[in-house]
């Protein structure tokens, strides 16, 4: 069935280093990718998102970058920090007439930053 | 502030009592969610609005679960007969009906059924 997935459960990094998180789906007809992170307690916050078109976005310290000859989705951090120690969930969503629809997540990587 | 809010953020219930949540979009959003989360697990998809019409169900949704958004601004989710199995925490989400708009979610609902 249409998944999407992670590579690794928990990832953990030295501060100030830089982060990759990976992620693979199944579905070659998803449209937009979005990268959520929740801490806990909370409920997912918005990071980065890229749309099928692209292969590379960047924000503010984070880069996601989408390969769809294999199917995978990497968000990558630069210079961590301790707020950056959270689950960082990766999801899919596929686009239709009427505009965006449902969001498929995966199980989640813990990242925790060691100070 | 102007995010999504949801009440409460925590319920406790007996086996077999009814509960209500409640979920306040951003107000320009006319889109909503709701998504189930168990411990552990990525969201899923519950049921979804379109200002007042409600376009999609998971097949999660059992007939126990109804949700709604009458005037097209806030939603409620009620479970009837709560189960165990229900223990989760209940996010919403809104976001606008447009091409590669993110959905923002609230800080959802912990449920625990004793």
């Known amino acids: 069935g249409e998944s999407v997935g992670l590579h690794l459960p928990t990832l953990s990094v030295q501060e100030g280093d830089n982060s990759i998180i990976n992620c693979a789906y199944s579905?070659?007809?998803?449209?937009?990718f979005i990268w959520y992170k929740q801490e806990s307690g909370k409920g997912p916050q918005f990071i980065i998102d890229?749309?099928?078109?692209?292969d590379k976005r960047q924000g503010q310290r984070v880069t996601v970058l989408l390969n769809k000859t294999v199917k995978h989705l990497s968000l990558q951090i630069a210079a961590t920090q301790p707020g950056d120690s959270a689950v960082y969930f990766c999801?899919?969503?596929?686009?239709?007439?009427?505009?965006?629809?449902?969001?498929?997540f995966g199980t989640g990587t813990r990242l925790t930053i060691i100070p | 502030d102007t995010g999504v809010s949801q009440d409460p953020r925590h319920k406790i219930t007996k086996r077999g009592q009814n509960v209500t949540f409640r979920c306040d979009p951003i107000?320009?959003?006319?889109?909503l969610y709701w998504y189930r989360q168990t411990l552990g697990q990525g969201p899923e998809f519950l049921t979804y609005?379109?200002?007042?019409?409600?376009?999609?169900k998971s097949r999660l949704l059992s007939d126990r679960f109804s949700a709604e958004r009458p005037k097209g601004s806030f939603s409620t989710l009620e479970i009837q007969r709560t189960e165990q199995g229900d223990s989760a925490m209940y996010l919403c989400?809104?976001?606008?009906?447009?091409?590669?708009?993110?959905?923002?979610f609230g800080d959802g609902t912990r449920l625990s059924i004793l």
């Open positions: 989400a809104s976001s606008l009906q447009d091409w590669d708009q993110p959905q923002h």
């Open positions: 579905n070659s007809a998803s449209d937009y």
């Open positions: 890229i749309r099928s078109n692209m």
């Open positions: 999801a899919d969503e596929r686009v239709s007439n009427f505009g965006n629809e449902k969001l498929t």
């Open positions: 107000s320009e959003h006319n889109r």
């Open positions: 609005f379109q200002n007042e019409a409600q376009l999609e």
